[in-house]
């Protein structure tokens, strides 16, 4: 009689997950999900955040089919029961501070993980994207599946094209937001971010905003925004962020949206070698087309 081996993964909240077989019934926040997706593997049931509403952010979904795999719900309205109806045997979470689920109330994540083993990758400022990466990929592989062999060199390529167009004379200025609404924007912290932190290691000229409160965002009018004269904007596109059209009653955002290459740009992107092959091939092709008309 054969005998299964045990399943385990040591998280990035220094937790073992254990299975008594490798997990196949998975239970993801949105964008794990779709880095999952991404290395094969078909989640049951998916999850928002305290920023996501009752239907899930497309922004986040990557090539997740949305149709098919149920949407269970986000933040504080996400009971456990219905995690748990799901008949999971693992969750998969992302984690910003190396202790806390993303996704999950604090009491609805223990109750999970009396039921269910719950695996976190850190995501937050201390982790390269590369190390993201290589940390889901980890978690994919202990699952048995992994992003093909292709998938490799074609990051390798979109990485030498990035860095090619960074390195001209003409260095295009580069600035990341996410637009709070005609009065505010938060722009971000480059080093906050481990994809912008990967991009600047690529050459881009991202402009840091001015020192004061808040990690991640500093969070000022759109005049100060506009004064920072980016040549291209990474504009946050989850749902939670306002839209160009909510944002053109004011004056300095049109003198920004005219200047600028406005470019879609999601903090919570899949952290996949395919969906980074994406970001750093869409960057480069900007950043080239802008230094060109350069005058």
Not at 38 to 55: C, K, W
Request: contains cysteine; glycine residues 10%; negative net charge.
């Amino acid at each position: 009689m054969e005998h299964s081996t045990p399943w385990e993964f040591s998280d990035d909240r220094g937790r073992l997950a254990v299975a008594g077989d490798r997990p196949v019934r998975i239970v993801a926040y949105i964008q794990a999900g779709a880095t999952l997706w991404d290395h094969g593997i078909r989640p049951v049931g998916l999850f928002g955040s305290q920023h996501d509403g009752a239907a899930p952010d497309p922004a986040k979904s990557g090539e997740l089919p949305l149709t098919e795999i149920p949407y269970l719900g986000s933040g504080g309205s996400l009971h456990p029961d219905t995690v748990l109806e799901a008949e999971p045997d693992l969750v998969v979470a992302v984690t910003y501070d190396g202790e806390q689920v993303y996704g999950l109330e604090q009491k609805t994540a223990l109750e999970l993980e009396a039921h269910v083993p719950v695996a976190t990758v850190a995501v937050g400022p201390g982790r390269s994207l590369a190390e993201v990466r290589e940390r889901f990929a980890a978690l994919a592989g202990s699952l048995g599946r992994g992003e093909p062999l292709s998938s490799a060199r074609e990051l390798d390529a979109a990485e030498d094209a990035l860095r090619q167009a960074t390195g001209g004379a003409v260095r295009p200025r580069v600035v990341a937001l996410s637009p709070g609404g005609p009065e505010r924007v938060h722009l971000a912290r480059p080093g906050a971010w481990p994809d912008l932190r990967a991009l600047a290691e690529h050459g881009v000229g991202l402009v840091e905003p001015a020192a004061g409160s808040g990690a991640n965002w500093s969070t000022v009018g759109w005049a100060e925004a506009a004064a920072m004269a980016p040549d291209i904007v990474l504009m946050d596109v989850r749902a939670n962020a306002a839209r160009p059209e909510e944002l053109r009653a004011d004056e300095h955002w049109r003198a920004l949206e005219a200047r600028a290459r406005l470019l879609p740009w999601n903090p919570e992107a899949p952290c996949s070698r395919r969906a980074h092959t994406r970001f750093f091939t869409l960057v480069a092709d900007t950043v080239r087309a802008s230094a060109a008309e350069s005058p």
